[in-house]
């Protein structure tokens, strides 16, 4: 039978924690780092030396593979401290399986779940003290797995890290985001690496970014490979629809990334009584629905902002705006962030806290 124990995790603190100097107020988003990170090596086909240790610089071989094949993955989740003072995790289980499925596209080695889920609440605990305690705001944490094996030639790597990197960010601001459905550039195709969160998914997706923004839109709505018309999501967002008052979301067909989010909340909206149906969706559809008055409300499910509501969509030449009020959004908005911050019950066990 195999043992399932708590790995041990050796502990090299700080000196001294720079937490003093960050401004909670005005936290620069995406620069700033908690003082220490998770990490840990694949070698001869198992994970080796779990540590924590002070935040520095990797040492790193010309030849590590991940800078030339592109074996790296990551997962994007939060930390915040409830009612109870207790740093929170939400379905971090669910992040730890995605992870491993993305490794199992890549070619990569599992990270075991207790490892992955034991490093990141040791690590939460001893950064507790970065955790913005805002409404909204919160720890987001970034566990990530790359191939460091210096090698030159196509298969996969022998040795991996796994490390886990913290950084707080602020309440911000959840504005209305306008979205451009891109008709030129794809995301991805069934049987490619959309499902999986891999950096390479993000390069590709740089250039049509800038493009949108320079167009005067905020992100990019992607369409399906072959005839640019189905909906798949958007940026780092999955996309819902309310329509005839029922919620629609393009159904995961292999090349949208799985949201955690986007499954909480299809679980949410069906809890307030709502049905929720997966299927494709064409661009053309959506269009038409806003123009009979039908298209009632438009969102993205995402963890760095949880729901963002979309003001218009830019398409062939012209721009269609979507209709101002959100209201059920902004319900199920509310209810995921009062989960989170232990003001709603857990009902569905989504919470693990850090003890
Ligand atoms: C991470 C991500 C999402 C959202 O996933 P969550 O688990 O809800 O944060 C959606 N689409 C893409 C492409 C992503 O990378």
Not at 75 to 81: D, F, L, N, Q
Not at 163 to 183: C, D, M, N, Q, V
Not at 325 to 353: C, F, G, R, Y
Request: proline share 6%; glycine share 8%; hydrophobic share 40%.
């Amino acid at each position: 039978m195999q043992q399932l124990m708590t790995p041990h995790i050796k502990v090299t603190k700080v000196a001294q924690s720079k937490v003093d100097a960050l401004d909670f107020d005005n936290i620069p988003l995406g620069k700033t780092f908690t003082d220490h990170m998770f990490v840990c090596e694949y070698e001869n086909g198992e994970w080796t030396s779990p540590r924590i240790e002070p935040l520095e610089l990797i040492p790193t071989h010309p030849a590590a593979m991940a800078l030339h094949y592109g074996q790296a993955i990551f997962e994007g989740m939060k930390a915040t401290v409830g009612t109870s003072g207790v740093p929170l995790l939400f379905r971090p289980e669910q992040n730890a399986r995605r992870l491993n499925e993305s490794a199992d596209r890549m070619g990569m080695p599992n990270v075991p779940e207790e490892l992955f889920i034991e490093g990141l609440k040791q690590l939460v605990n001893l950064e507790r003290n970065w955790i913005p305690p805002q409404e909204g705001s919160a720890l987001y944490l970034r566990p990530f797995m790359y191939a460091d094996e210096p090698f030159i030639g196509m298969r996969a790597a022998t040795s991996y890290k796994f490390i886990i990197i913290a950084s707080p960010s602020g309440p911000f601001f959840t504005k209305k985001i306008r979205l451009y459905a891109e008709t030129q550039y794809i995301r991805a195709a069934a049987g490619g690496t959309g499902e999986a969160k891999a950096a390479g998914n993000y390069a590709a997706a740089i250039l049509p970014t800038e493009e949108a923004k320079q167009k005067g839109y905020d992100q990019v709505l992607w369409l399906d490979a072959i005839e640019h018309k189905y909906i798949q999501e958007v940026g780092t967002m999955n996309i819902f629809f309310k329509v005839d008052g029922k919620f629609i979301t393009p159904e995961t067909d292999g090349a949208i990334l799985k949201g955690i989010t986007r499954d909480s909340v299809m679980t949410l909206l069906k809890d307030k009584g709502f049905e929720v149906i997966e299927k494709p969706i064409t661009i053309d559809e959506i269009i038409t629905y806003n123009e009979e008055g039908r298209l009632e409300e438009a969102f993205g499910t995402g963890t760095a902002v949880s729901i963002a509501m979309i003001e218009a969509i830019g398409y062939l030449g012209r721009t269609i705006e979507l209709p101002e009020a959100n209201p059920v959004s902004q319900d199920v908005k509310s209810t995921l962030d009062a989960i989170k911050m232990e003001k709603e019950e857990d009902t569905h066990d989504w919470i693990v806290p850090v003890a």
